[in-house]
């Protein structure tokens, strides 16, 4: 059963429980929130896994917060805005309705809302529109009040485009684990990562020395500056300056074409040394210092804003806070409550299983059945050593074509010609200009006008060959994105099945809790999801409950790929570590 949900004018909440189809079966509610929230509160404690309803709802950033402030988590929903993104691409509805329709307000980027919510916060402050507790009419419950017809024409066509698709079943799957993935972004926000701003001082001192006001450069950094400025015997460069520094090192001598650190590391000058070290402490004091400390970790949680979808392949962005990208130097800080721990995990060569499978290469299912599949690529005498063996799967998934990796590429491509010959045909596909399908049914976006072009302007009789060189050239970049896009975008899909059946799986380990009358309490006694990074995730669980934690996180592994891949005889083996800090994990 689905429940649209929805605002009425500036009154209220419309509840309208409809079937499969998408067709009322009851009368829509005009509820006030509080009724609302009760509502959602009762019809959650009062179904199972397997009878819950599928909360439909326009954005899930914008409903879902409200909820757990309110001490309720829902089981399932359905993301229209998330679920429109998919489907207005797809490949396999490029025939419906939907795809063909007028771009509107479902087409445009929500605007950014914050979801962190102060006490008293109700679901309709975010837009100003309501105020909690007033009724849709003087007898509010049932009422003749008409969904709004907008979103549920949204709803129509997108159930109209997946039941006409090709693959319905594979498309139905991927929106039910994107809009899963929304719920648990909105939940791993709301529960925030156990974090010491204790130890995290401690750990940025030992890196850059005393802390000292913003925007001022610690001693460690301060030091650095001077022995980079006498390298240069430039007593008046400024290392935070780009422009400046490269100025510096051309007038030393040094032929230089930018500041990065992989060309830096070609060179040889007593200056390197310093300033390599410098550009990684800047780095951690700007990304993660103790500016961002204060900004960032609040009541010892970090609360970072994840965005599902937030990336063309399906992979998932933040808005704030850098989550994704978390350096080993302060994960230290990453501790788990007194009797709790962090359950760590992350899967291995996570990509080149996917494109395995992905390609049905039994020949590489097999090298990584078991075991690492890298050295199972070096026991399979493809390549001498397991280095080789990720250069040159990096190589086939990304397009590198030059040294080392374009050296050892024809033999892996002669091991596994049917895992080569899908990013092949991936790569002259967007080459073309021609889109690519992940698994479930997410595709690649088309090249833009400029590209087109381009394109085109090589094929004019008037061409030059500069013409036809920066065509090819584009060309080319493109086959790198298209070859890699059908292999990290199911990848993605693997993951959000994994998350989902975790969430799902931890749920049953402790007894129902959106009865509860307090936000602290939904997750005050239950393993939950707090951390997510493309193919590595961290549960904060209970210390009894741990082991099991692991189990389940192993088990959904495996469900994950039977989901997108059937019995297709590929692994997905985990690394899990039962921890206090996620630094003992890495």
Not at 511 to 530: C, I, K, W
Not at 574 to 586: G, I, K
Request: aromatic share 8%; glycine share 8%; with cysteine.
């Amino acid at each position: 059963m689905y429940i649209l949900v929805t605002r009425t004018g500036n009154q209220g909440v419309l509840a309208a429980p409809l079937n499969s189809a998408g067709q009322p079966i009851r009368p829509a509610l005009t509820l006030s929130y509080d009724e609302f929230t009760e509502y959602v509160r009762t019809t959650e404690l009062e179904s199972t896994q397997t009878d819950a309803p599928r909360w439909v709802w326009d954005d899930t950033s914008r409903w879902y917060p409200a909820l757990l402030a309110s001490g309720i988590r829902v089981q399932r929903c359905h993301d229209l805005r998330l679920s429109h993104a998919i489907l207005r691409s797809s490949e396999l509805t490029a025939s419906s309705g939907l795809a063909g329709a007028v771009p509107g307000r479902w087409d445009a980027a929500p605007p950014f809302e914050p979801q962190q919510q102060a006490p008293g916060m109700t679901l309709f402050d975010l837009d100003g529109d309501f105020t909690a507790g007033e009724h849709g009419d003087d007898d509010p419950g049932r009422s003749d009040h008409p969904v709004d017809d907008d979103t549920l024409t949204e709803l129509l066509r997108q159930l109209d485009a997946v039941s006409f698709c090709a693959n319905p079943g594979r498309l139905r799957l991927l929106l039910a684990a994107e809009s899963a993935g929304a719920l648990i972004a909105a939940e791993m926000q709301f529960a925030g990562l156990p974090w010491s701003t204790d130890i995290h001082d401690r750990l940025l001192t030992a890196e850059l020395g005393p802390r000292v006001a913003h925007g001022r450069r610690p001693e460690r950094l301060e030091s650095l500056a001077g022995n980079i400025r006498t390298a240069l015997d430039d007593a008046s460069v400024n290392p935070d300056s780009n422009q400046d520094l490269l100025k510096a090192l051309r007038r030393a001598g040094l032929s230089v074409t930018s500041t990065r650190a992989w060309e830096l590391m070609e060179l040889e000058h007593p200056v390197i040394a310093p300033l390599l070290e410098y550009k990684k402490l800047a780095r951690l004091l700007s990304a993660n210092g103790w500016y961002w400390m204060d900004t960032w970790i609040v009541d010892g949680r970090f609360h970072p804003e994840y965005v599902p979808g937030g990336v063309v392949t399906g992979r998932w962005a933040t808005r704030g806070g850098g989550a994704l990208q978390l350096p080993k130097q302060v994960r230290g800080a990453v501790i788990a409550d007194d009797g709790w721990k962090l359950v760590v995990a992350d899967a291995a060569q996570l990509e080149p299983r996917i494109l395995a499978a992905l390609s049905t290469d039994t020949e590489m299912a097999a090298a990584g059945r078991g075991t690492d599949l890298y050295a199972g690529i070096v026991a399979s005498g493809v390549v001498e050593t397991r280095a080789h063996a990720k250069i040159a799967m990096l190589g086939a998934m990304y397009g590198a074509t030059t040294g080392e990796s374009g050296r050892l590429l024809p033999r892996l491509a002669r091991a596994y010609p049917r895992a080569l010959g899908l990013t092949e045909e991936a790569a002259r596909a967007g080459e073309r200009g021609d889109i690519v399908t992940t698994r479930l049914g997410r595709s690649s976006p088309r090249p833009g006008e400029s590209w087109q072009a381009v394109q085109a302007q090589a094929y004019d009789p008037a061409a030059s060959a500069v013409d036809e060189r920066r065509a090819r050239s584009q060309a080319r970049d493109w086959g790198r994105f298209t070859r890699n896009f059908v292999v990290q975008g199911s990848a993605a899909e693997w993951a959000l099945c994994w998350m989902a059946e975790i969430r799902k799986t931890l749920r049953a380990l402790s007894e129902p809790n959106t009865g509860r009358d307090t936000a602290a309490s939904v997750f005050a006694d239950t393993p939950h999801l707090v951390f997510f990074l493309h193919d590595e995730v961290i549960v904060h669980s209970p210390a009894d409950l741990a082991d099991r934690v692991s189990a389940i996180v192993t088990d959904a592994a495996a469900t994950a790929g039977r989901l997108l891949f059937g019995d297709f005889p590929v692994d997905f083996p985990l690394t899990v570590a039962v921890v206090d800090s996620y630094a003992e994990a890495t």
